[in-house]
């Protein structure tokens, strides 16, 4: 039997995509969208920090601003991004496909020592989405892809930042999972990254099709 595009539905679906810095995100989100596409999918693809007025904020101050202030930026990015961006193309009934968003904002800030408690409370009225993909990868791995690649921000610079986020995300995954967000794992290791995006769409069709009626 042949499954209705979530497209379809009055609504659209939101799948937020995080992981460590050298996890792939951006790689794997483009060729999900690709094969949401392939599959009939009218998809719209977005990232944290926006395009909008705060994002570029957050993007600039990002390496001369600190703790709570930078933190309450990222947030008062994802509320505008929601408002702005996300919810509309949720609402036109597109498949919401974002390179990072709440799972980053519980974590990003830890490194500036930032109470998760105080992060979770931020970010508690942002919309939960429907699916939460972690990207999971050993520390090691991800050292080698930044030594690789060169750090994105100050946050990477610090000895032993690829164990430390590994342990913030994990951290917040288990928040989130408790909280009852529906959460996707992958482990990113040794899967190329169209196969990452493969697993992700397979789970989304077994996922959003019985509701399709």
């Known amino acids: 039997m042949s499954l209705r595009p979530f497209s379809e539905r009055q609504r659209g679906r939101f799948v937020s995509v995080d992981g460590p810095s050298g996890a792939g995100k951006s790689t794997i989100v483009r060729h999900l969208a690709q094969l949401l596409v392939a599959a009939g999918e009218d ?10 007025p705060i994002g570029a904020l957050c993007r600039e101050l990002t390496e001369t601003t600190t703790r709570h202030a930078l933190a309450c930026l990222y947030a008062a990015d994802r509320y505008h991004h929601l408002e702005a961006e996300v919810r509309p193309n949720l609402e036109a009934g597109r498949v919401v496909l974002s390179d990072r968003y709440i799972p980053s904002g519980l974590v990003m800030q830890r490194f500036d020592g930032i109470d998760p408690m105080f992060l ?8 939960r989405p429907d699916l939460a993909v972690i990207l999971e ?4 791995v991800i050292s080698e892809r930044l030594r690789e690649r060169g750090p994105h921000n100050r946050f990477q610079l610090s000895s032993g930042s690829s164990h430390a986020e590994v342990h913030f995300y994990r951290q917040a995954t288990e928040r989130l ?3 009852g967000y529906d959460v996707l794992r992958v482990d990113v290791n040794r ?6 995006a493969a697993l992700i769409r397979d789970r989304l069709l077994a ?4 509701a399709a009626g």
Do not use: C, K, M
């Open 191 to 196: 899967r190329p990254p169209e196969r990452s």
């Open 137 to 140: 990868a050993d520390p090691e």
């Open 207 to 210: 996922f959003f099709a019985p």
């Open 177 to 179: 999972i408790q909280a």
């Open 43 to 52: 998809v719209h693809v977005t990232a944290e920090p926006s395009t909008g």
């Open 120 to 127: 979770w409370r931020l970010n508690a009225e942002a919309d």
